[in-house]
């Protein structure tokens, strides 16, 4: 059986690392929230994963780019941007942003029920 796998999200570093057990298989920067809507610390679970159209006209996809995982975390997730220059910075109302390649690829990666750790440093 391999190793499970994990997600720790770095708020000081503005990173989310893809764990296979101990070994960090995958890391991008992300957008975190705002000092006033800061990204909630803690444990959290994905529990649902659902791709945003490119054709949804005024839709999510203006919100979420083209993928939202949800979190454990009510009204958090982790999702894609319509916004790239907002990467790597602390921008967002708490959910964690990344560039919608990034998203996607993360998405393929994990399944729900993945565990999403989210620590200050």
């Known amino acids: 059986m391999p ?3 994990w997600i720790l999200v770095s708020l000081r570093r503005r990173r ?12 991008y920067p992300v957008g975190l929230g705002r000092t006033a809507t ?3 610390r803690g444990e959290f679970k994905i529990i649902n994963k659902v791709p945003w159209p490119d054709s949804y ?8 780019g083209t993928f939202w ?4 975390a009510p009204h958090y997730g982790i999702h894609g941007t319509n ?3 907002s990467i790597g910075k602390y921008v967002s109302h708490g959910c964690i ?14 399944s729900i029920g993945t565990e999403v750790k989210i620590r200050p440093n």
């Open 69 to 72: 995982m949800g979190l454990s």
């Open 97 to 110: 942003r990344m560039y919608n390649r990034d998203v996607e690829q993360l998405a393929s990666l994990v």
């Open 57 to 64: 006209p005024g839709g999510p996809l203006t919100v979420y």
């Open 16 to 27: 989310l690392f893809l764990f296979e057990g101990d070994r960090v298989i995958r890391n």
């Open 3 to 5: 190793p499970r796998r």
């Open 83 to 85: 916004n790239p220059a």
């Open 38 to 40: 800061q990204t909630p």
